[in-house]
């Protein structure tokens, strides 16, 4: 079964700095990811990485965040710095076997 797994987000003042993690179980996973959704907003994608290392980033996060992945671990992590209050949301992360998996999201709060 399938299960990915997210911590470290939480609250966080801005210019401060977070690092999210997911740890995936149950299969081996193609393109991984971090999506957010922000108070009354859509899903938005915030970053990728495939599982050769490929990395894709939304325009406004550039620069400042930054995401990896441990393959031997299925860990995608999101390193998350200069953090703004338009930052705020709930992150999720999805990974590709076949089809998209999602986790439960994480919470993560930057106060002005």
């Known amino acids: 079964q399938v299960q990915l797994v997210e911590s470290g987000g939480g609250l966080v003042q801005a210019g401060g700095s977070l690092r999210l993690s997911c740890a995936a179980s149950?299969?081996?996973?193609?393109?991984m990811g971090w999506y957010r959704q922000g108070p009354g907003k859509q899903r938005e994608l915030v970053a990728s990485i495939t599982s050769g290392g490929a990395t894709n980033y939304a325009d406004s996060v550039k620069g400042r965040f930054t995401i990896a992945r441990d393959n031997a671990k299925n860990t995608v992590y999101l390193q998350m710095n200069s953090l703004k209050p338009e930052d705020t949301a709930v992150y999720y992360c999805n990974a590709r076997h076949y089809i998209w998996y999602w986790g439960q999201g994480t919470q993560v709060t930057v106060s002005s």
């Open positions: 149950g299969s081996i996973f193609g393109t």
